[in-house]
């Protein structure tokens, strides 16, 4: 199994431990993921917002070069990118106007794409494509009796819900229930947004949809969040202290990115996950994974 | 061939046909064709004057064909047909050229619109010479009725024919008429009790010995056509004769499984394996169900009800029985489901506890309901704030894309009685548009917006549990979008009423199959016409009437049914009924046996004769559709009206321009 790999700039920086994380699981359940060349930024949120046609072509250039690069589907891990990559191949085929707009674009940097690069969210992989039985197979460590609070994240199934429910999905659900753990899956924030870059420009109004999905963690007695997108994971576990000074609240919820809890339950090293690069102590989940 | 005389008349249709037609030019290219005598156009060929301008060219140029160019044949043909026969002309012997929805409204260009008028009407008299004289089918027609669906509709409609004197089959698939009407408490705008209203109508018919009441029933297979349907219909075993029971209820006391879901109300009470389903039920009969009985299941059970049941009525060993019945005209009445929220995951619907459907608020404010008219939460509190959350599963794209018609004012009902009941709870309704169209139904909305009913503009956007303040603490919060006052709000409530649209039943589509109509793209039934005919079908004898064509309230439900039943008596009442000539006919000489038309016809109007070894059109059957003729491999059916050489000439004509 092998697939071209699309990392993001976030797997760079804020999302490293995302990154690394990934990697180390799929090498472990023997996916191998082939990085592009050469990829830009998806054009994610602030483009697309401003300025739609150009943020096609800057998505649309890292599809041009997968396309050149194999015939494997492109494997994205941050919901933005994928959103942002997906949505370009649906415009691209709905639109002759956007079509035409995003290969000029492209012809004037010497590159060609026809819109039709597959794009796969990792955990479409892991499920479809790999599958639960496979990975449950793979379980050196069941995650029995720690309760998971599966965080989709907005972006996760929206708009294009092409792997899972839009409204309600599921995948993550299932994909820890495969590695023995006590799923919340009535987790009512699971798609409420996180606030997303609003962190940075309008904090009050992130910080009350943080603590929104947090008080929902918590009343459900979840000791652990897991998240797939790294703006969903900074924001949540990196301004629980912003959180608890504007509500008064009290929160200390480790937050992972799924593909580390995963890598625990498959028995790979914490070192390898980048564990150590979580902000809050993710220690009492360690501790409370069945050896 | 002898030389024709033809008629040509084409309709200005006021603007419709002349504001992209040049008609003069038509007219004028008209006259000049072959066999053509007479060439006119009109102002509005479907008024008197302009019939009678047919009428006249008939009695002094005698004109042998005619030809309208206007609208669709399925609007005015018939008018224009009546003309020529009024004239002394066979109807057959006039054809209609469609130059308006083909061609003047579906055109940009009026060149373009003349130029194709042209090619139209040029079809149509190249063909004219080639028609036959053809003359309608009589046959006769059974006086009786069957009305399929017990609820408001059905039993309007059953009545009405009974007190024409008609012999009335009312066929309920379920124990008790009175339908959807019977659950509800109060009705709007007039807040008249349904029960009050509804009851004297279902025992009327239960009484009334015109009306042969087929309850616990279904038709499972219709075949026959207009004026002599052919019904079976299977009589469900209730495992109670029906003759000997007496409806005291004795039964459902004795029986001791206790703990089956009550349908009627919803499921939020629980009923007995024998059971009356509601006190005003008609019949008053018990039924017995063979899914939950501990004897019918194969189960042990000392069976109580017998020893309870006075005049031993019960019978463990009923069976299901397949009647047919035979009845000139069909009414269809089998109204909607509400359409189930839990799709829409966002209002928890079947997840968060007090987040109710309004057929189930509809059950908690009835007094024979299972809170026994209490309008109480599941920990048997009143709640102190009720949210009605509007279009759930109405105008939204992902679900139905209609409006439902009646949920506006029944939510408006609904905050009525909770505003009655507890005149302390606050009350809000989150709606799009107030969809108010009725008679008394705005006055009623303004009733309400002074009773200190809370209306937000905005559809809600989630129901939760999770409380971030003290006041939302262990309720349920609705958020939406205040849109008259650009905010977002979260409503702290402890029950919400899910506005759920009406859908059309599950099986609606079988069951339209059963009768020869189909569905809207909306899964309605289709009717024949929108406007004209909304309670005909495209099976000659076959009406519908209520919730089944399209969402509606009680007053136009009722109106439809009486609709239907005048449809049905119109036909019944006579002796006989005329059907179209422009049937198939197989000329045996020519008839290989092969049965493939036998097969396709879709109306069951060939049958294939042993003897001869030849397939035979049923005359009365036959719907005239074509599929025999296009389907034969030796292009042996023929159908009258659309004669192979007719097409082919209609062709020509058409190319020849």
Redesign the interface.
């Known amino acids: 199994m092998r697939y071209l790999y699309y990392p993001g700039c976030s797997a760079e920086s804020t999302g490293m431990a995302y990154d690394i994380s990934t990697r180390a699981l799929m090498e472990k359940l023997g996916v191998e993921l082939v990085e592009l060349d050469d990829w830009n930024c998806c054009g994610a949120t602030s483009y697309f917002s401003v300025r739609e046609l150009d943020s096609f072509a800057i998505a649309a250039r890292n599809l041009a070069i997968a396309q050149q690069q194999g015939d494997e589907d492109l494997c994205v891990i941050c919901n933005a990118c994928y959103t942002t990559l997906a949505k370009t191949n649906r415009y691209m085929a709905d639109s002759p106007h956007v079509r035409e707009q995003v290969q000029g674009a492209l012809k004037a940097v010497g590159r060609r794409y026809d819109g039709t690069k597959p794009v796969r969210h990792i955990m479409d992989v892991l499920v479809n494509d790999v599958g639960l039985e496979a990975i449950s197979e793979k379980v050196a460590r069941r995650l029995t009796g720690i309760k998971v609070a599966p965080y989709y994240g907005c972006q996760y199934s929206r708009p294009i819900g092409s792997f899972d429910d839009t ?2 999905p599921q995948t993550m659900d299932r994909f820890f229930e495969a590695l023995g753990a006590d799923v919340l899956t ?1 987790f ?2 699971k798609l409420k947004c996180c606030g997303g870059m609003m962190m940075l420009t309008n904090a009050t109004g992130a910080v009350r949809l943080c ?2 999905i947090l ?2 963690a918590e ?1 459900l007695g979840a000791d652990v969040i897991v998240a797939a997108c790294p703006l969903c994971e900074m924001n949540l576990e990196g301004y629980q202290p912003n959180v608890n000074k504007a509500y008064g609240t009290h929160f200390h919820i480790p937050v992972m990115y799924f593909t580390q809890l995963a890598g625990l339950a498959l028995g790979i090293d914490p070192k390898q996950l980048a564990i150590d690069k979580q902000v809050v102590s993710c220690a009492p989940v360690l501790a409370a994974i069945p050896a | 061939m002898a030389q024709e005389k033809i008629g040509v008349y084409v309709c200005h249709c006021g603007t419709n046909i002349a504001g992209k037609v040049d008609v003069e030019e038509v007219t004028r290219w008209a006259a000049e064709q072959p066999n053509v005598a007479v060439a006119r156009n009109y102002k509005y060929m479907c008024s008197d004057p302009g019939q009678d301008l047919i009428k006249q060219d008939i009695k002094e140029h005698g004109i042998t064909r005619a030809v309208v160019a206007a609208c669709s044949p399925t609007m005015h043909e018939p008018t224009f047909r009546k003309a020529a026969a009024d004239g002394g002309l066979n109807p057959y012997l006039l054809q209609m050229a469609n130059i308006r929805e083909h061609c003047s409204w579906v055109t940009v260009d009026g060149e373009a619109a003349t130029a194709k008028a042209k090619r139209i009407l040029g079809a149509q008299i190249h063909r004219l010479p080639l028609n036959e004289p053809l003359d309608p089918i009589e046959v006769p027609v059974n006086p009786n009725v069957m009305v399929v669906g017990g609820g408001i509709a059905g039993i309007e409609a059953a009545l009405k024919l009974a007190q024409a004197g008609k012999k009335v089959y009312l066929v309920e698939r379920d124990p008790s008429i009175g339908g959807h009407m019977a659950m509800f408490d109060k009705t709007f705008p007039t807040l008249d009790c349904a029960a009050c209203i509804l009851t004297p109508k279902m025992s009327a018919a239960g009484k009334e010995p015109h009306i042969e009441m087929l309850a616990y029933s279904e038709v499972t297979e219709v075949e026959g056509y207009v004026g002599n349907f052919k019904v079976k219909v299977r009589k469900k075993a209730r495992y109670v004769d029906i003759d000997t029971c007496t409806g005291c209820g004795l039964c459902t006391e004795a029986c001791v499984v206790r703990k089956v879901p009550n349908e009627f109300d919803r499921g939020l009470s629980k009923r007995a394996a024998a059971y009356i389903p509601f006190p005003q039920a008609v019949p008053l009969r018990a039924t017995i169900d063979p899914t939950r009985c501990l004897t019918l299941t194969g189960k042990k059970c000392k069976q109580p009800c017998l020893t309870a049941c006075g005049p031993g009525a019960i019978d463990f060993d009923q069976k299901d029985e397949e009647i047919e019945v035979e009845v000139g005209a069909i009414i269809v009445a089998t109204g909607f489901e509400l359409w189930d929220p839990t799709p829409e ?2 209002y ?1 619907y079947g ?1 968060l506890d007090n987040v109710l459907s309004s057929l189930e608020f509809e059950r908690i404010s009835n007094a024979s309901g299972p809170t026994g008219g209490h309008i109480l939460c599941k920990n048997g509190e009143p709640p102190k704030a009720v949210a009605i959350l509007h279009c759930v599963g109405s105008r939204d794209e992902n679900y139905q894309e209609f409006c439902s018609r009646v949920c506006c004012m029944y939510s408006l009902k609904f905050a009525h009685l909770i505003k009655e009941h507890l005149p302390e709870c606050e009350v809000y309704e989150c709606y799009i548009d107030m969809r108010t169209y009725g008679k008394g139904y705005e006055e009623f909305y303004k009733r309400l917006m002074n009773e200190d009913v809370h209306f937000i503009r905005g559809r809600a956007a989630e129901v ?3 409380g ?1 303040s003290p006041t939302e603490e262990g309720r349920l919060v609705v958020k939406v979008e205040d849109t008259l006052l650009g905010i977002t709000r979260r409503l702290p409530v402890d029950m919400v009423i899910l506005s759920s649209g009406l859908a059309p039943r599950s099986d609606a589509k079988e069951t339209a199959q059963t009768f020869g109509f189909g569905c809207s793209a909306n899964g309605f039934y289709l009717e024949r016409h929108p406007k004209l005919e909304p309670v005909s079908t495209v099976t000659d004898g076959i009406f519908i009437a209520g919730c089944c064509q399209y969402p509606k309230d009680i007053p136009d439900t009722v109106a439809q049914a009486g609709a239907a039943a005048a449809g049905a008596l119109a036909l019944v009442d006579n002796p006989t009924v005329n059907v179209e000539p422009t049937i198939s006919y197989i000329d045996p000489e020519k008839c290989s046996g092969c049965h493939i038309c036998v097969g396709l016809c879709p109306h069951a109007a060939i049958q294939y004769n042993e003897e001869k070894g030849v397939a035979e059109v049923i005359t009365a059957a036959c719907k005239g559709c074509g599929v025999c003729v296009a389907a034969c491999a030796s292009g042996v059916p023929q159908q009258r009206g659309y004669l192979d050489e007719q097409i082919f000439a209609e062709i020509e004509g058409a190319l020849a321009v």
């Open positions: 409204e309600d009535d009512p924030a603590h929104e008080k929902s009343d | 995951k966002r928890s997840k939760t549990d999770v971030l």
